[in-house]
C-alpha cells in the first residue's frame, strides 16, 4: 500500500463492497450491489426491478427514476445515496427473448448504477479476478452486515452460469442476497455476483414440504467472466479499472520528472499530497513524512480523476507544471478529463434538466461532433457522458492553444437548448473546466458561437407527438399490437396485451383510440406522426389503409389518410452494429444530403458499393416493380443505415406517387406521403399509387422490441 490509501489494495473488510438497494415505495431492502468504481455500482436488473415494485422480469430500462442505495463508509456508517441505472442489461431466456414465467436460470441481468455521491466519491472498487470450480467464497445479505455472511463452494462452472453449494452450518443464501458480490478470500477479490437460489421442488415444479432430505443450499450466480463479457462492450469496467501503473512506463517516468520540478519541497508535496486526497476522497499516510515522487505518480495513473484534480491545485500558481502534466497524462488510458468535483456538479447539472432536453442529448452529440468517425452510443445520459469524457478534442485549434475537449463542446450545445437559467449554470460549469484545463476564452467562445447558431437553426423543429405501434402478424389476416406514446420526453407503453389479435379494421380502431387520447402541445397544430414498427417480412403490409369498417361510424377512420404514416424497421436497421455510426451521421445530414434513385432491379448487386461509405446521401427513391429484387434494394438500403426509403407497394411500371414526392424536401417526406393517400382517397386516378415511406429518426429512442418473440405475455 503507497502513501494514498485507494481501498483495494487488499487491506479492507470485503463486506465494505456490499451495497444495499432498497426499494422506493418502503425503504425494505430489495437486494445487494457492488462497489464497482469511485461512483459506480453493479447490480443484477431484477434487483432494481424489485426495489422499484416491477415484475423481476421486466424488460424496461428504468430511465431516469431513482434507485435508493446505501453505502458502507469507515466513519460515517451507512449513507444513503441516489443512483440512476447508467446501463440497462434486462434478464433474457437463452434464446435471447424474454425470460417466461417459471424459469429457474436466465441470462443478462445486471444494471450498472451511477451513483449521486459527493464529488469525493465512494470507494473504489476491489480487485477482479475469474470464478472458477473449487474456490471458497462469502457472500453477503444486501444489509452488509457481518452476521449475514454465507460461506460457499464452487460446485460447477457451465458458461455464463456457476453453481456454488453453501456449508451445511451458518447462514443460507436467499431472498436479500440477489446482486451481491462473490468474494475470494484467498485471491482477495470479487469473482462474481449472486443471481438467485434454488428451491426444492417434485418433478412437476411444484415446491416439496419441509423435509430433512429436501434442504439444499445450491444458489447461482454470474460468474466475473460473464460478467466482463457482458459489460466489456460498453466500456464500463474500462471506465472502473485502470490500467496499473507499470503499463503506463512513459506516462510514469513523465509525471514522476514533473512532480520532482513542480513540487522539489518535501513539504509542498505533503501539503498538496493531502489536499489531493481530500479532493479524490481517499485516506492518506503519514502527515509528516510526504509521498515520494513514484508514490505521487502512482496515485495519478490509478485514481481516474486524480491528474484533473491536481492540475487544478496547481493552474492558478503554477500553470506551466499544469500543463506539463495534463501532457503527461494523456499518455495514459486511466486518467480522465474531469475533477470529482466538475463530474458531480455536471451530473447535477444535467439531472436538473427538463426530460426533453435530456432526450435531445444524442442529436447534441451528433451536432456538436458532426465529423467524429464513430458517435458515442449509450443508453442513458451517464453513459454518453462517459464515452464523451474519453475523447479528443476538436480540431479547430492552433500552434499551443489547448484543443476544445469533445465533452465541453458537446455541454454547450446542450446548454444552447435549455431556459437561461440553466443555460447559464452549464456555461459558468464550461467555464470553469476551461479554465482548469488552460483553454482560451476565445476558443470556448468560437464553439458556444456555434452552438448558438445551431440551436437557433433547430429551434422551430420542436419534437413532434407521436405513437409507434408495433405489429407482428398471427396469420389469416390477423395481427398483434405493442403501441406506445412519446410527446417528446420518450415512448410510454399504453397497451397491455400482447396475446390479443385484431384484423385490420380492430386495429385501426384500436390505434385510433389511443391517438384520440394524446394532447399535443397548443403551440404544435401539426397531427402526430404513426411509426409503424415492423420485422423485415412486415415492411410491406398496407397498415396506412387499415380503416375502422363499421357502418355506425360517420367517417372511415382510414390510418394513413388521418396521420402522417411510417414505417421503421429495427430488425435491419441493427443487423449490423457496425453502419449504426453511418445512419446516425446521415440523420445529421437529413437537410443537406442527396437522394440515390434505383430504377433498376440489377442495381442491387451494387447497392452495397455505392451506398456503405456514401454519407451524404439520406435518402433512397426505390422505383423499381414489386418483388424480390424491390424488397431486397429496400432492405439492404436500411441495412446500410439509410435513414429514409421510399417505394410504391403497387405500381408495376415507374411509381407515380415515388416521382411525385421527388419534388418534396427530405424532412417533409412524412407529411408530403400523408398529403399524397389523402389525395389517393378522394382522386384515385390522379393519384394511383400506395407509397411506403421507411423514416429511421437517429433523434427518437425506439422501445426495446423482440420481433423473435410475438407470444410475449403482458
Not at 427473448?97 to 436460470?105: I, K, L, N, Q, W
Not at 506539463?324 to 499518455?331: F, Q, V
Not at 480540431?395 to 455541454?411: Q, T
Not at 434505383?598 to 439520406?618: F, H, I, R
Request: hydrophobic fraction near 40%; proline fraction near 9%; glycine fraction near 10%.
Amino acid at each position: 500500500m503507497g502513501w494514498f490509501h485507494i481501498t483495494g489494495d487488499g487491506d479492507d473488510d470485503p463486506s465494505r463492497y456490499v451495497v444495499t438497494v432498497r426499494r422506493t415505495d418502503d425503504g425494505r431492502t430489495a437486494g445487494a450491489g457492488l462497489v464497482l468504481g469511485h461512483d459506480t455500482v453493479l447490480t443484477c436488473a431484477h434487483v432494481v426491478n424489485a426495489a422499484m415494485g416491477r415484475d423481476m422480469f421486466d424488460l424496461r430500462a428504468p430511465g431516469t427514476e431513482d434507485v435508493p442505495v446505501e453505502i458502507r463508509e469507515p466513519t460515517a456508517g451507512s449513507v444513503r445515496h441516489l443512483a440512476r441505472v447508467a446501463h440497462w442489461i434486462p434478464p433474457r431466456g437463452r434464446d435471447g427473448g424474454p425470460v417466461r414465467p417459471g424459469t429457474d436460470e436466465w441470462l443478462g441481468d445486471l444494471a450498472v448504477l451511477r451513483v449521486d455521491a459527493p464529488a469525493s466519491g465512494l470507494p473504489g472498487g476491489p480487485r477482479q479476478s475469474a470464478l472458477s470450480v473449487g474456490q471458497k467464497l462469502h457472500a453477503w445479505h444486501g444489509t452488509g452486515r457481518d452476521s449475514t455472511v454465507a460461506r460457499l463452494t464452487v460446485a460447477a462452472l457451465h458458461g455464463p452460469h456457476g453453481y456454488v453449494d453453501g456449508a451445511p452450518t451458518g447462514m443460507a443464501v436467499g431472498p436479500g442476497y440477489s446482486g451481491g458480490p462473490l468474494w475470494c478470500q484467498e485471491e482477495n477479490a470479487v469473482v462474481g455476483l449472486v443471481a438467485g437460489h434454488f428451491m426444492p421442488v417434485d418433478a412437476a415444479g411444484e415446491p416439496l414440504p419441509l423435509d430433512f432430505q429436501n434442504v439444499i443450499r445450491r444458489s447461482w450466480v454470474v460468474p466475473w467472466q460473464a460478467v466482463e463479457a457482458e459489460l466489456g462492450p460498453l466500456g464500463v469496467l474500462d471506465r472502473v479499472r485502470p490500467v496499473p501503473p507499470d503499463t503506463d512506463e512513459h506516462a510514469f517516468e513523465l509525471l514522476v520528472e514533473a512532480i520532482e520540478d513542480a513540487l522539489p519541497s518535501p513539504s509542498g508535496r505533503g501539503d498538496c499530497a493531502r489536499r489531493l486526497a481530500r479532493l479524490c476522497g481517499v485516506e492518506h499516510g503519514s502527515d509528516v513524512r510526504p509521498p515520494c515522487a513514484e508514490d505521487f505518480a502512482a496515485f495519478l495513473l490509478t485514481h481516474p480523476r486524480a491528474l484533473a484534480a491536481l492540475s487544478g491545485l496547481l493552474r492558478r500558481d503554477d500553470p506551466r507544471s499544469a500543463d506539463r502534466m495534463l501532457a503527461a497524462g494523456a499518455l495514459s488510458r486511466t486518467p480522465r478529463l474531469l475533477s470529482p468535483s466538475e463530474y458531480a456538479d455536471l451530473r447535477g447539472r444535467l439531472r436538473a434538466l427538463d426530460p426533453a432536453a435530456t432526450a435531445r442529448f444524442s442529436e447534441a452529440v451528433r451536432a456538436a461532433l458532426p465529423h467524429l468517425a464513430a458517435q458515442p452510443g449509450g443508453d442513458t445520459v451517464d453513459a454518453l457522458v462517459d464515452r464523451l469524457e474519453i475523447l479528443p478534442g476538436d480540431g479547430h485549434a492552433s500552434g499551443d492553444e489547448r484543443r476544445v475537449p469533445a465533452l465541453l463542446r458537446v455541454v454547450e450545445y446542450v446548454a444552447a437548448l435549455v431556459p437561461d437559467i440553466q443555460r447559464a449554470r452549464l456555461r459558468l460549469w464550461s467555464d470553469g473546466v476551461a479554465g482548469r484545463l488552460g483553454i482560451e476564452r476565445s476558443a470556448l467562445g468560437e464553439r458556444r458561437y456555434d452552438a448558438h447558431e445551431w440551436a437557433r437553426s433547430v429551434r422551430g423543429r420542436t419534437a413532434r407527438g407521436r405513437v409507434l405501434v408495433q405489429v407482428t402478424e398471427a396469420g389469416r389476416g390477423r395481427h398483434r399490437l405493442r403501441i406506445w406514446c412519446d410527446e417528446g420526453a420518450g415512448p410510454r407503453q399504453v397497451s397491455t396485451q400482447s396475446l390479443r389479435t385484431y384484423s385490420a379494421s380492430e386495429a385501426a380502431r384500436e390505434v385510433l383510440r389511443v391517438l384520440d387520447s394524446l394532447t399535443p402541445p397548443p403551440e404544435d397544430e401539426r397531427p402526430p406522426l404513426v411509426e409503424v414498427l415492423v420485422d423485415r417480412g412486415g415492411l410491406n403490409l398496407p397498415v396506412d389503409e387499415w380503416a375502422v369498417r363499421d357502418p355506425a361510424e360517420l367517417v372511415p377512420g382510414v390510418l394513413g389518410v388521418e396521420f402522417p404514416l411510417v414505417v421503421h424497421c429495427p430488425e435491419l436497421l441493427r443487423r449490423n452494429g457496425r453502419f449504426l455510426s453511418r445512419w446516425r451521421s446521415r440523420w445529421s445530414r437529413l437537410d443537406s444530403g442527396g437522394t440515390l434513385v434505383v430504377s433498376d432491379p440489377a442495381e442491387q448487386s451494387t447497392l452495397y458499393s455505392q451506398l456503405v461509405n456514401q454519407l451524404d446521401t439520406v435518402r433512397v427513391s426505390v422505383d423499381v416493380p414489386p418483388g424480390p429484387p424491390r424488397d431486397g434494394i429496400v432492405q439492404t438500403c436500411l441495412a446500410l443505415g439509410i435513414p429514409v426509403v421510399m417505394w410504391d407497394r403497387g405500381e408495376d411500371g415507374p411509381a407515380h406517387s415515388v416521382r411525385h414526392m421527388s419534388r418534396v424536401a427530405t424532412r417533409e417526406l412524412p407529411d408530403g406521403v400523408h398529403s399524397y393517400r389523402a389525395g389517393a382517397w378522394a382522386n384515385p386516378p390522379e393519384f394511383p399509387g400506395r407509397p411506403v415511406l421507411a423514416w429511421a429518426d437517429a433523434d427518437r429512442t425506439v422501445p426495446r422490441l423482440h420481433l423473435s418473440e410475438p407470444q410475449e405475455g403482458p
